[in-house]
C-alpha cells in the first residue's frame, strides 16, 4: 500500500533520511567487505595460479570499487552527522516547507507509480526525500532507457538539478508510459523554461556552464 504524505512533517522527513542514509551506509560496508574479500582472493590467484593479466585486471576493479564506496561511505556520514543541514534542506528549503508542499500536493499526483510521485510543482522516489526536486530548480531532463541482453526492462526520467546532482525515476515501460513520460517532460518544461530537453553533447555542455554550488546555508 502506498504511504499518504498527506500530513507529512519535517520531521518525518528528518527520521526517513537519516533512516535511508544508515541503510545505505550498511549496504555500503557490506560491498566493501565483499571486494576487500574479492581481492585478497585475486591475490592468491596471482600468486598460486600466476595468472597476473587477469588477476591483476580483478584487483584494478576491487580497488576502483573500494575506493567509489568508501567516497560513498564519506558522504553519507557527513549527511548522518547533521541530517537537519543536509544539501537537501541547503538546496530547496527547510525540512518544514518542503514537507508542506509534498503534503499539499500529493493528494492530486500527475503521475504515481512504479515508485515515482509526481506532482504539480515536485518529482521524488517514494520513501526517498533526497531525490525530492522543485521543477522550478530542473535544469535538465531526459528520457533513459535500460536493456539487458538487447530487451528493455526499465525505463527512467533523469532529472538534473540546478546544483548539477542527477536524479533518475522509475516510468512504466510501453507506448503508454512513454506517452505520459512525455506529458511530464512538457509539464516540467513549462515550470522550468530555461530547463534542457533530451541527452546530448549540447544539453550536457548546458548543464555544466549553469552548474551552482550548493548553498552553504538553508534556504528559507
Known amino acids: 500500500m502506498k504511504r499518504q504524505y498527506t500530513e507529512l512533517?519535517?520531521?518525518?522527513?528528518?527520521?526517513?533520511?537519516?533512516?535511508?542514509?544508515?541503510?545505505?551506509?550498511?549496504?555500503?560496508?557490506?560491498?566493501?567487505?565483499?571486494?576487500?574479500?574479492?581481492?585478497?582472493?585475486?591475490?592468491?590467484?596471482?600468486?598460486r595460479m600466476h595468472e597476473y593479466f587477469y588477476g591483476g585486471i580483478l584487483v584494478l576493479m576491487c580497488a576502483a570499487i573500494i575506493w567509489a564506496l568508501m567516497n560513498r561511505v564519506t558522504k553519507i556520514n557527513k549527511v548522518l552527522a547533521n541530517v537537519e543541514n543536509c544539501p537537501l534542506f541547503r538546496k530547496y528549503g527547510t525540512p518544514e516547507s518542503i514537507a508542506s508542499r509534498?503534503?499539499?500536493?500529493?493528494?492530486?499526483?500527475?503521475?504515481?507509480?512504479?515508485?515515482?510521485?509526481?506532482?504539480?510543482?515536485f518529482i521524488m522516489k517514494r520513501g526517498d526525500f533526497e531525490t525530492f526536486?522543485?521543477?522550478?530548480?530542473?535544469?535538465?531532463?531526459?528520457?533513459?532507457?535500460?536493456?539487458?541482453?538487447?530487451?528493455?526492462?526499465?525505463?527512467?526520467?533523469?532529472?538534473?538539478?540546478?546544483?548539477?546532482e542527477k536524479q533518475q525515476y522509475s516510468f512504466k515501460m510501453g507506448?503508454?508510459?512513454?506517452a505520459q513520460m512525455q506529458e511530464i517532460v512538457d509539464h516540467i518544461m513549462q515550470k522550468a523554461p530555461d530547463c534542457a530537453a533530451g541527452y546530448s553533447r549540447e544539453a550536457l555542455a548546458y548543464v555544466k556552464q549553469n552548474t551552482k554550488e550548493i548553498p552553504d546555508e538553508i534556504q528559507m
Open 9 to 47: 512533517t519535517g520531521s518525518e522527513i528528518v527520521r526517513g533520511i537519516r533512516s535511508n542514509n544508515q541503510r545505505k551506509r550498511l549496504l555500503a560496508f557490506a560491498g566493501l567487505l565483499l571486494c576487500i574479500a574479492g581481492m585478497f582472493g585475486a591475490f592468491v590467484w596471482i600468486i
Open 102 to 121: 509534498i503534503s499539499a500536493e500529493c493528494s492530486e499526483p500527475l503521475y504515481d507509480g512504479k515508485g515515482t510521485l509526481i506532482c504539480d510543482s
Open 133 to 164: 526536486i522543485p521543477f522550478e530548480h530542473a535544469l535538465h531532463v531526459f528520457r533513459r532507457e535500460h536493456r539487458t541482453n538487447g530487451i528493455q526492462d526499465g525505463v527512467y526520467l533523469c532529472v538534473t538539478d540546478v546544483y548539477g
Open 175 to 178: 507506448r503508454k508510459g512513454k
